[in-house]
């Protein structure tokens, strides 16, 4: 199997204007509140009961809403591009509860490393960064072309 880049389908601008999107709300959210824009831990703190009537909660809350909201209402705005998933519910599951192990092994997801703690200059974020993106570049590899 050969890796190769769809031109027809390949969209720099989208990619850009949302890594500009992505990068001004978490620096907005740092900025004005001091809160970290990382996934996990946003959903990790509400989902416990005991935090999820406190004061904290609400901005926490809303964010999920509005990210889940945006992937909703995305198809009323532009087409979807057409998808594919080759791969079985189970192991769909499976993934699923793997990346989230990973998450809070790593103390955080490639959100709260990769764009808030990068840009914060953070060491631990530099070695959970450079973590998961060579698994996924070795994961790569041998899916594509050691077998």
């Not at 949302?18 to 946003?42: P, Q, R, T």
């Not at 935090?51 to 901005?59: E, G, N, R």
């Not at 809303?62 to 198809?75: C, E, N, V, W």
């Not at 699923?96 to 709260?112: A, D, E, K």
Request: aromatic share 8%; proline share 4%.
């Amino acid at each position: 199997m050969q890796l190769t880049i769809d031109w027809l389908h390949y969209t720099p601008g989208s990619a850009l204007t949302g890594g500009l999107m992505l990068g001004i709300g978490a620096s907005l959210l740092l900025l004005f509140s001091g809160k970290i824009a990382g996934i996990s831990g946003i959903l990790a703190y509400v989902i416990k009961p005991t935090h999820l009537f406190s004061q904290d909660a609400a901005w926490r809350v809303l964010f999920l809403i509005g990210l889940i909201s945006a992937g909703t209402m995305y198809p009323f705005i532009a087409a979807l591009p057409p998808a594919s998933i080759a791969a079985s519910n189970p192991t769909l599951i499976m993934a699923g509860l793997l990346v989230g192990f990973g998450s809070r092994m790593g103390s955080g997801c490639t959100s709260g490393h990769g764009i808030c703690g990068l840009s914060r200059l953070s060491l631990r974020s530099m070695v959970a960064t450079l973590s998961f993106m060579t698994a996924g570049f070795v994961t790569t590899y041998l899916t594509l072309h050691a077998s």
